[in-house]
């Protein structure tokens, strides 16, 4: 006999309640509120194949309620992952196990981004569905037809960050993104009632969502709503009514089963409520063979898919793309042409010079400004707007949202296949910062084209005048800060941050500044981060 949805569900519930035991610390409350969600989207809605976490047209799944990262980690194991393996569980948030607190992309395959400040997995994922539209643009859908799917909490949905992601998808129409709120009305504090009265369904629905409400712990139901959210042309937010910690007899339904273990005592009153008749971390045969057999349940599309890409004759060009390699020929008939000619230019304007040359040799980049384009001078000639009705533009107007747009460049480049760079004032970078810290942390390819970087901005005044922004971003880790005196530097910086893996951030003048390289070098002279002039 086949084992029901709910019988999968509570493999979900089991290893979440017996990995936070043994930690003795973590979140079992929502992997075990939205077990049944989980098992609906992934047996039969998600399209991966567990044996190549990297198949570039996978749909995308964002945790971005982070704190239940043991959802994806019961999830990854089930399905036939090669990590976690049961051991990895059993290690869940101990020093050097891939199992961290909160899921990491640089741990595990199969973790898309980095999850856990909330309200930033929307985010990201916003720009994942971007990113699919926009390479579905130049690559069809032989090669790129995905979706990006996320499973976000109350915290996430009340987050400013949310605000902007929500307004940004909507004026998108980015139809492919769905996501799933674990609606349990709880969060640290208690009851929703605290904090919370707006209606975000309405909320959703005004920005121009689709939105769909169901029982969230009937696996049947929430399959027959992502199933009307996948036909829907809107992104769709489909509201789960769950119970947090469901299935611990006493404390299901509080914040008590939000951040800590739930104790031998229940954990026991559990395993009798759920009808596991299990030792801790034990999942028997029939559940898992029938989870690892979902997992496998892709590996005929990707069989197909990359047939498509052999017969495709983009192959070498896309898997480029999708690797992130950017040329940089262009590089020194450009600095030959600004030496044969050197003039005073805000490195701002030399920026933009360069973007010239780069974006035509670059096809990857995406580039953007959070409404300041004519100040951050990040659109180029060539560049047509990426809107709802042309995904292979590849300028974005972001809108008065720094923290949105640093978050889908985020999602941009982490999807894969975009190189994404975007603008506002250096002193705004206080609006996107903590996204910043998550592309630093995450180790994202993208570029920061941070303008007006000092007193010399005018006459703004102390509102607009970056002060200990410069310091501060360079106090952070894994992060490239570049600030250019002139036009040689400024294309110098432009192609390190190019051929980084990670991120850089240019922090640009304003006003005008002397050339100080006006010979050729011969090799780029700020790769040394200083040298004698
Ligand atoms: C930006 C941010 N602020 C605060 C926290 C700490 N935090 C983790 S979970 C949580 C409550 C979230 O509530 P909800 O999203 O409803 O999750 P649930 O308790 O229902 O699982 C808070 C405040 C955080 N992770 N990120
Ligand atoms: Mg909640």
Redesign the pocket.
Known sequence: MQPTDRRLANAIRALAMDAVEAANSG?P??PM?MADAATALFTRHVKFDASDPHWPDRDRFVLS????SMLIYALLYLLGYQRPTIEDIKHFRQLGSPTAGHPENFELPGIEVTT????QGVGMAVGMAIAERHLNASYGDELVDHRTFVIA????LM?GVNHEAVGLAGHLKLGRLIVLW?D?E???DGS?DLSRSEDVIARHEAAGWHTISCNGLDAGQVSRAIEKAIADPRPSLIRCKTI?GFGAPNKQGT?AT??AALGADEVAAARVELGWDLAPFEVPDDVLGEWRAFGQRGATERTSWLERLEASGKKDEFLARIAGKADDSWLKPYLDQLLADPKPLATRKASEMALEVINPAVPATVGGSADLTGSNNTKTKGLEPLTADNYGGRYIYYGIREFGMAAAMNGLALHGGAIPYGGTFLVFTDYAR?AIRLSALQKAKLIYVMTHDSVGLGEDGPTHQPIEHLQSLRAMPQIDVYRPADAVETAECWALALQSDGPSILALTRQNVTPVRTEAASQNLCARGAYRL
């Open positions: 979140h409350g929502m509120g309620a982070g704190h239940g856990g400040p909330l309200g909490g109350d915290g996430d987050e674990d349990n709880i969060t640290i929703t947090i914040a939000h951040g903590p």
